[in-house]
């Protein structure tokens, strides 16, 4: 009985740990050499695609990222942003007010 309950503490524990790193990690958009003038000018113009989609609100986000990659941008996650990685919309409700670029945890803001 005592092994049973040790085995389910320690999934227990476990499955925490587990939850909290992925709970602390928030999706970027990143291009080898890409300003956060190149990820507005690009970004602005996928949320447009994406508005003009005959799929409603559940095809946004499809959209946007395939013109996002199709413009040489790759979304990554992280716990902390680098200078060259930047925040886009990741739910509906985003593409009516898209997140700053520069939102979110940053390295420079922590020096």
Known sequence: MWTKTRTLALESVLTVVGVLAVAGC??????????????????GACIEDAK????????LEAIYRACMR?????????S???TNQFRGPEDAEDFLK??????????????
Do not use: C, I, M, T
């Open 52 to 59: 003009q989609s005959p799929y409603g609100p559940d095809g």
């Open 70 to 78: 199709g413009k040489g941008w790759k979304r990554v996650e992280v």
């Open 26 to 43: 928030s999706h970027y958009w990143e291009r080898p050499g890409g300003s956060v003038a190149d990820f507005e000018r690009d970004s």
């Open 98 to 111: 898209p997140p700053s670029p520069l939102s979110g945890k940053r390295y420079y803001q922590n020096r």
């Open 80 to 82: 902390v942003a680098d």
